[in-house]
């Protein structure tokens, strides 16, 4: 059995306390721990995008974090972007492009385009292809994904 | 049992650490350690997170105009280097082919290299722009070349109780440097990859041609460099490929057979051989 680690962190702008053991990851303790099911489980392996969130304005893969190793860090998943004016922007422009079928994608792709959106305000086509071919979709076939991302863009411009 | 994770503020705290606890993993972004621990091949007893020490995260110019990467720079930041141009054009260019922009925010250049895994970006890259490689250990810090640190399969040069702590880049020349790689997929790891560097000198050209992604090790031969270099003809050109062909080891695996593999190197190699002739010509 292992010993546990005491671990504080933010989550979603909420100060939390977790003891966990050395090798969980933080898409564990999000989704096993606190209930916050955004993040999706895929290849757990990061090849998939299912599970990005973002620590410390950063996006990241939760599944290749090591919670103990995010000690006094700040996360954003999902959940907590509520507020944020691109998530917000993305989401209506992912549904009106019907950029999602099953859904299962669908968090990490939102926090993925906004981390995109954050270095490029009004990118390509290509530039989505390339920014965003870190999450994989099973559903849509990408053009719609690519088209909702350059519609929020367009829709954010000052 | 887990003993701990650590998380040290410097070099030699890190290295005070690595020997007291022999079997304690250093942990950089994460990206292939967690991976593998997820994936069940490893199972850590203590980890050594190098995220806190500062003097692993800058790169900086050194006196000669080459350029010292902390082993915790981000794949990202090099992948913006705009610092890095002619023949340093190489490290840049494989830097912005790993994995996807995600993982380029996690990954580091010391974890890479102490990874060694064949079907990386970095290992052929560092050696066509003739890397050398920072260790250091308790005693204190020693320089080996990119090509002599890595040994074999996830096999480098380093030491128990040793630790990298940069990789350190000449100056870079005029010229190009660039990086190729195919792969099944956007991210994956390289099917094979050419890494290729040549300096424009007049009329002739000085070439080094790395071959990724086809063996235990990046593969370099001086015979095929110097066939490269000068003057090379269409003929010289062949038998280069030719050599590195007849000298690689790959494997086969999900991403192509060996055969299939050897195939491709000679065919890179051209590709690679004939968009650095022209960038060269357009640089100079």
Same mark, same amino acid.
Do not use: K, M
């Given at each position: 059995m292992s010993d546990s680690l005491h671990v504080e962190i933010k989550v979603n702008d909420s100060p939390v306390a977790l003891d966990v053991p050395l090798t969980e990851t933080l898409l564990t303790s999000l989704r096993d721990r606190l209930q916050l099911t955004g993040a999706k489980r895929g290849c757990n392996q990061g090849v998939c995008g299912a599970c990005t969130v973002m620590v410390d304005g950063v996006a990241v893969r939760a599944c290749l974090s090591l919670t103990a190793n995010c000690e006094g860090q700040s996360v954003l998943t999902i959940e907590g972007a509520g507020n944020d004016r691109a998530i917000a922007a993305l989401q209506d422009a992912f549904i009106e492009a019907a950029?999602?079928? @099953?859904?299962? @994608?669908t968090p990490g792709q939102l926090i993925a385009a906004r981390a995109l959106l954050e270095h490029n305000a009004s990118p390509s086509v290509e530039d989505v292809s390339k920014g965003m071919s870190g999450n994989l979709c099973? @559903?849509?076939?990408y053009n719609k994904i690519i088209d909702a991302v350059r519609m929020a863009a367009r829709r954010l411009q000052p | 049992m887990n003993t701990g994770l650590f998380r040290p503020a410097s070099v030699s705290e890190a290295l005070a650490l690595l020997a007291r606890l022999p079997e304690a993993r250093i942990i950089a972004g994460g990206a292939s350690l967690v991976a593998m621990i997820n994936a069940r091949l490893v199972d850590p007893e203590a980890l050594v997170s190098?995220?806190?020490?500062?003097?692993?995260k800058e790169i900086i110019e050194t006196p000669g105009g080459g350029f010292r990467i902390g082993a915790m720079v981000r794949h990202r930041a090099v992948a913006a280097e705009v610092r890095f141009g002619g023949t340093l054009a190489v490290v840049q260019m494989a830097a912005a082919q790993i994995a996807n922009a995600t993982v380029r925010n996690m990954g580091t250049i010391g974890g890479a290299v102490a990874h060694a895994d064949p079907g990386l970006d970095y290992p052929p890259a560092l050696v066509a722009a003739g890397a050398t490689i920072e260790i250091a250990a308790e005693g204190g810090r020693r320089r080996m070349s990119a090509q002599e640190f890595f040994v074999d399969w996830y096999a480098t040069a380093l030491q128990p109780g040793e630790m990298v702590c940069a990789v350190h880049l000449p100056a870079p020349r005029p010229g190009a440097g660039l990086y190729h790689k195919l792969a099944r997929v956007s991210g994956d790891y390289a099917t094979a990859s050419v890494a290729l560097t040549m300096v424009g000198e007049d009329a002739a050209i000085l070439t080094r041609a790395v071959i990724g992604g086809c063996g235990p090790t990046p593969l370099m031969i001086d015979e095929a460099n110097r066939l490269l270099?000068?003057?090379?003809s269409a003929q010289n050109l062949r038998r280069a490929g030719d050599l590195l062909q007849a000298a690689a080891d790959p494997v086969d695996d999900v991403r192509g057979s060996a055969e299939y593999r050897r195939m491709l190197i000679p065919r890179m190699l051209a590709r690679a051989f004939d968009e650095a002739r022209v960038r060269a010509a357009a640089s100079s």
């Open positions: 950029a999602l079928q @099953c859904g299962f @994608c099973r @559903c849509t076939g | 190098l995220a806190r020490i500062d003097e692993l270099s000068g003057q090379p």
